[in-house]
C-alpha cells in the first residue's frame, strides 16, 4: 500500500529453460498457473498453493527442445488447453480427472518456432496458429470426437505434385489452363499414433495446344499418393474415415509433352473405435 512493488515469491528453478513463460489460470480455479519450459526437452507447470507456487506437473521427455506454448480452450468443452510446438510437431495436453495427458499430437513443417490459438472462423472452436522461421504460417484445426470423447479428428494440409504425359493422339502444349482432381482411397492403415492413406489422384487437365489456331484440348491422368497423420489414440484394429478438400490446383508445361500437376488439399480423419457386436 505505499505504492512500491514488493516481491510476493521467489524460487530458483535449477533445470528451468530460457525459451518462454506463461501465467494463466490453465485450470480455471481462479488462480494463475506458471508454465515453462525446462532444459530436459520438457514443460513443467507450476500452481500456486498457500501463497507458494509449487511444481505441479512436468511433461514427458519430447523428442526436440519446447519453442513455444499456447493456453486456450481448443474443442469448446470449457477446459483449456495445453498447445505445445517444438521444431516439427505440435502436441495437445488437456485435463482429465484432475491430471493432465497427452491427447494430440502432429507433425508440422520443419522450422516451427511459436504458436499461438484462439478463435478465427467464429464456429465455437479454436484453432493452432504456428509460425515457422521461413516465414510461413500454418493453420491447424483438432477436434474432439464427441460421440466417444476421447479420439480426436486429424486435419492437415499437404502438397502432392507430379509430372503426367500428354497421351498420343493429343497435340502438343503450349501452356496450361487449369485442371480438376478427385481422390480415391485404396488402403487406409491405422497404427500405433498415426493413420497412413495410400490412394490415387484423378485430375482431368485443360491445356492450350501447340497449334496456330491454338485449341483448348483436354485428357485425363492418374497418379498414386502417399499421406499420413499423426493421431494420439490410434491403435489398430480402429477404422478411419477420410476426406479430402482440394483447395488449390496448378498446371505447369514443362515440355511439349509433359505437364506439371500441383494440387494442393486437406485431408481429414476421423477414427472410429472398433466394436464387436456378438
Given at each position: 500500500n505505499d505504492g512500491k512493488r514488493h516481491e510476493k515469491w521467489s524460487s530458483h528453478i535449477a533445470d528451468a529453460g530460457e525459451t518462454f513463460l506463461r501465467v494463466e489460470d490453465f485450470d480455471l480455479d481462479g488462480k494463475h498457473e506458471i508454465v515453462l519450459d525446462c532444459t530436459t526437452s520438457k514443460i513443467r507447470v507450476l500452481r500456486c498453493v498457500g501463497g507458494v507456487y509449487q511444481s505441479f506437473w512436468d511433461s514427458p521427455k519430447h523428442s526436440q527442445d519446447v519453442k513455444d506454448v499456447a493456453i486456450y480452450d481448443i474443442d469448446g468443452d470449457g477446459q483449456k488447453e495445453l498447445i505445445v510446438v517444438c521444431l516439427s510437431n505440435v502436441y495437445i495436453y488437456s485435463w482429465k480427472t484432475g491430471k493432465i495427458i497427452m491427447e494430440w499430437q502432429q507433425t508440422v513443417p520443419n522450422g516451427a518456432f511459436c504458436i499461438t490459438a484462439g478463435e478465427l472462423n467464429q464456429k465455437g472452436y479454436g484453432e493452432i496458429v504456428v509460425g515457422t522461421i521461413y516465414g510461413y504460417i500454418y493453420v491447424f484445426e483438432?477436434?474432439?470426437?464427441?460421440?466417444?470423447?476421447?479420439?480426436?479428428?486429424?486435419?492437415?494440409?499437404?502438397?502432392?505434385?507430379?509430372?503426367?504425359?500428354?497421351?498420343?493422339?493429343?497435340?502438343?502444349?503450349?501452356?496450361?489452363?487449369?485442371?480438376?482432381?478427385?481422390?480415391?482411397?485404396?488402403?487406409?492403415?491405422?497404427?500405433?499414433?498415426?493413420?497412413?492413406?495410400?490412394?490415387?489422384?484423378?485430375?482431368?487437365?485443360?491445356?492450350?495446344?501447340?497449334l496456330p489456331t491454338q485449341p483448348v484440348h483436354f485428357f485425363e491422368a492418374r497418379f498414386p499418393f502417399l499421406e499420413f497423420i499423426h493421431l494420439h489414440g490410434a491403435t489398430p484394429g480402429m477404422q478411419a474415415l477420410v476426406y479430402f478438400n482440394v483447395e488449390h490446383i496448378n498446371v505447369d508445361v514443362v515440355s511439349p509433352r509433359r505437364i506439371k500437376i500441383t494440387v494442393l488439399f486437406e485431408m481429414i480423419v476421423k477414427l472410429v473405435p472398433f466394436c464387436f457386436d456378438p
Amino acid at each position: 500500500n505505499d505504492g512500491k512493488r514488493h516481491e510476493k515469491w521467489s524460487s530458483h528453478i535449477a533445470d528451468a529453460g530460457e525459451t518462454f513463460l506463461r501465467v494463466e489460470d490453465f485450470d480455471l480455479d481462479g488462480k494463475h498457473e506458471i508454465v515453462l519450459d525446462c532444459t530436459t526437452s520438457k514443460i513443467r507447470v507450476l500452481r500456486c498453493v498457500g501463497g507458494v507456487y509449487q511444481s505441479f506437473w512436468d511433461s514427458p521427455k519430447h523428442s526436440q527442445d519446447v519453442k513455444d506454448v499456447a493456453i486456450y480452450d481448443i474443442d469448446g468443452d470449457g477446459q483449456k488447453e495445453l498447445i505445445v510446438v517444438c521444431l516439427s510437431n505440435v502436441y495437445i495436453y488437456s485435463w482429465k480427472t484432475g491430471k493432465i495427458i497427452m491427447e494430440w499430437q502432429q507433425t508440422v513443417p520443419n522450422g516451427a518456432f511459436c504458436i499461438t490459438a484462439g478463435e478465427l472462423n467464429q464456429k465455437g472452436y479454436g484453432e493452432i496458429v504456428v509460425g515457422t522461421i521461413y516465414g510461413y504460417i500454418y493453420v491447424f484445426e483438432a477436434r474432439r470426437d464427441r460421440h466417444h470423447g476421447k479420439l480426436w479428428l486429424g486435419k492437415v494440409q499437404a502438397i502432392i505434385q507430379d509430372t503426367v504425359t500428354i497421351p498420343n493422339g493429343k497435340p502438343d502444349a503450349a501452356r496450361g489452363v487449369e485442371a480438376k482432381a478427385k481422390f480415391s482411397i485404396d488402403e487406409v492403415k491405422v497404427i500405433h499414433d498415426k493413420v497412413i492413406v495410400d490412394g490415387e489422384v484423378a485430375a482431368k487437365i485443360l491445356y492450350v495446344a501447340a497449334l496456330p489456331t491454338q485449341p483448348v484440348h483436354f485428357f485425363e491422368a492418374r497418379f498414386p499418393f502417399l499421406e499420413f497423420i499423426h493421431l494420439h489414440g490410434a491403435t489398430p484394429g480402429m477404422q478411419a474415415l477420410v476426406y479430402f478438400n482440394v483447395e488449390h490446383i496448378n498446371v505447369d508445361v514443362v515440355s511439349p509433352r509433359r505437364i506439371k500437376i500441383t494440387v494442393l488439399f486437406e485431408m481429414i480423419v476421423k477414427l472410429v473405435p472398433f466394436c464387436f457386436d456378438p
